[in-house]
């Protein structure tokens, strides 16, 4: 049974699974340590979710089809057998192979729920319920256990039983209409925000439930959905939308309720400037020599400059487009004004700052090689997780399977079926 308990620092939710338990040899510590977790997921939201869990000090259980390889395996660039994004998805993980159509595969799922404490599904709609892993089977094999059911749209939407992606759902919700130059067609935003986003929604709904089981002793079925991500991310324009009719306006990199707020081009290279408040806009007027012959500020006040907005664009870039980019950033950051160059990529991982700030993580790849992935997310001093490489297909089934009394005999006759790996 879990329970808090006070420790020196945080507290943190310990676990008992009896003589069942699993040897993961992980030196996590983490407020969720002897929590187990099978994630039985795809992709990117899911997946995103279960490795933070496993950040957190989780024991998290990757379960993997022995034969159909993951989609996620095969996304390009796939170096040494390994993909790249693959191996920044499922890092701390243990691989488990089986297949859960079948009956001999769906006992050992059942076993592995049985003594598990969070469950992670992004199954299309009905799929798990077929195979009698709904949740309210799964309510009566653990009454205890999280049931995290990733969707793309909630349960009650029209759409409900619909399967998503990060491009349709920001094609679906507006996100992609207002993203993009005004002058051009709608574009996708870059990062899969939505996508990442709704990890971090099952992340917080998953330890919220795990509080609300230590007060209940009562499991939950919990439902993230990119939808309602993507309704959060457009919070205030839809706000804006029912109280003023205000209809976003695709404005590329600036905002509908600043000015000067937006990517400029200096002599040498862009720069994104953040200009939006009247306290700033003075700094940069001073700056940047544009008040008239008395030193008087043109447009002082957000509600001038919004209705000026490209008479006040197109000061700022006429003597921003004279200064090279280093000298106006030096000068902006001595001034307090908000500016940051418009790096690539690689310009950003360049900074060697990341790395002893663990934003950045470099990893050894077992198979050769090494790669970086993001750091752990939280940035708490008790939250310094020991990180693993992601798994290869059923690299741990032997020993999780052995953990739930499959002894070695039965697992090669599983494996010699197809039914584990």
Known sequence: MATLR???????????????????QTENTGPLQGIRVIDASRVLAAPFAASMLADLGAEVIHLEHPSQIEELRTWQPVVNGVSASHFALNHSKLGVAVDIAHPEGQAILRKLLETSDVFIENFRPGMLERHGFGWD?????????????????????AAENLPGYEASLQAYTGVMDMTGEADGDPVRCGPSAIDFGTGLSAVVAITSALLHRERTGRGSHVEPALVRTAAHFMSYQISSYFMGGVKPQRRGSSHAAL?????FNSCDGPLFIAAGNDKLWALMV?????????????????????????????????AVGKIPREQLLETFRARGIPAAPVNTLAEFVDDETLYSARVLEAMDVPEGGSTTIPGPLFGA?????????APHVGQHTSDVLAGIGLDEETQARLRAEGVIR
């Open 286 to 318: 001073q700056v940047l020599g544009l008040a008239d012959e008395t030193g008087k500020v043109p447009f002082p006040l957000l509600a001038d400059r919004l209705s000026h907005r490209a008479e006040v664009d197109r000061m700022v870039a006429g």
């Open 259 to 263: 000015v000067p707020y937006r990517v």
């Open 137 to 157: 089977r799964i309510q009566e094999m653990n009454p205890r256990l999280i049931y995290c059911s990733v969707r793309a749209f909630a349960k009650g939407c």
């Open 381 to 389: 001093g008790f939250l310094q997780p020991t990180r693993r490489p």
């Open 6 to 24: 006070d420790m020196e620092g945080p507290a943190a939710i310990v676990v008992d699974h009896g003589e069942q338990a699993i040897v993961t």
